[in-house]
């Protein structure tokens, strides 16, 4: 997974953002399933915080929804990459 931190997206809150998405990694025992790694631009700067899960763009990402956005969206992935032995 990945998690823009280019200016547009730092100054929208992507760091709270990935911490967010560690707490819930760690709260949901996903740590070997899910691997966080910062991004510079991937030119989505006016669809909210850039996010990447499994190579698909994840839109309208933001701190207000991001537990939301990690339960709809990375949540059902990570289960399934467990069961398959893979990491986001």
Do not use: W
Not at 24 to 44: H, P, Q, T, W, Y
Not at 62 to 71: L, R
Request: aromatic residues 8%.
């Amino acid at each position: 997974m990945k998690v823009c931190v280019g200016s547009s997206c730092h100054m929208k809150g992507s760091y709270q953002v990935i911490k967010t998405f560690q707490d819930l990694i760690a709260r949901n025992n996903l740590k070997d399933e899910v691997a966080i790694k910062a991004s510079f631009c991937m030119g989505r700067c006016l669809q909210g915080i850039s996010v990447l899960v499994d190579e698909e763009p994840v839109q309208n990402v933001g701190f207000q929804n991001a537990e939301q956005v990690f339960y709809e969206s990375i949540y059902p992935k990570a289960r399934a990459a467990s069961e398959g032995g893979e990491t986001l």
